[in-house]
């Protein structure tokens, strides 16, 4: 005959009244946290403590608060409406460059395929909470303001050139050109082939991006 699986032993009061406990200093963390205009390390503090306790309202009711937070250095646009599935501002400013940023509810899709290469699968279902995008691409202006408070030179300004498309036969192809940056797109160095500042920055890396990404 087959042994019974083992009985879970239940909580002692001791060990309820140690989580509890936890939870509420956790709780006491997260307010300072909040307080300081820490969205990221109160939202951290408050998941472990609803672990913790479950049913205490005040972490409930402190988590929603602190998932309606802005991001420091960003501000809510005047006017705009306030999304009533998340309780954020429908459309936010980047306070540093200028950029309107619009809210993307959260949702789930379907992330990768089945009958693709091996890095592209396998199919899943993924939940994304909701996140901020830009509404227009980054300028050349505002890549200009990035370079000139931080003094940061491009991966193609180390380089001495980048790629950029040209006609050969009756085709466009990638080819090197000497000079190829954010501020030469086509490469040279006259002022006439410089970079308009209202177009969207081009000549810009994986690590160029974070860099400004951390900037701004």
Not at 90 to 106: F, M, N, Q, T, W
Not at 145 to 157: H, M
């Amino acid at each position: 005959p087959t042994e019974a699986p083992p009985t879970e032993r239940p909580d002692s009061a001791a060990e309820i009244t140690a989580r509890k406990e936890a939870a509420l200093a956790l709780l006491d963390a997260a307010r300072q946290r909040k307080d300081a205009n820490d969205r990221r390390g109160a939202m951290m503090l408050l998941t472990k403590a609803l672990k913790l306790d479950p049913d205490n309202e005040e972490i409930i009711n402190l988590l929603q608060a602190v998932k309606t937070m802005l991001p420091e250095g960003f501000e809510a646009v005047k006017g705009t409406r306030i999304d009533p599935e998340t309780g954020l501002p429908a459309e936010i400013r980047d306070l540093k460059d200028g950029s309107a940023l619009v809210l993307v509810r959260p949702g789930r899709f379907t992330m990768g395929i089945n009958d693709g290469p091996p890095d592209a699968g396998p199919a899943r279902l993924v939940h994304v909470d909701p996140f901020y995008i830009s509404r227009h691409e980054v300028s050349v202006a505002q890549f200009e303001k990035f370079i000139q408070e931080t003094g940061y030179r491009t991966v193609a300004e180390r380089n001495g050139s980048s790629l950029v498309w040209k006609l050969v036969g009756p085709r466009y192809v990638m080819r090197s050109a000497r000079g190829a940056s954010w501020r030469f797109p086509r490469g040279g160095t006259s002022a006439r082939l410089q970079a308009k500042l209202s177009h969207p920055v081009v000549h810009v890396t994986a690590s160029d991006a974070q860099a400004y990404a951390r900037w701004a």
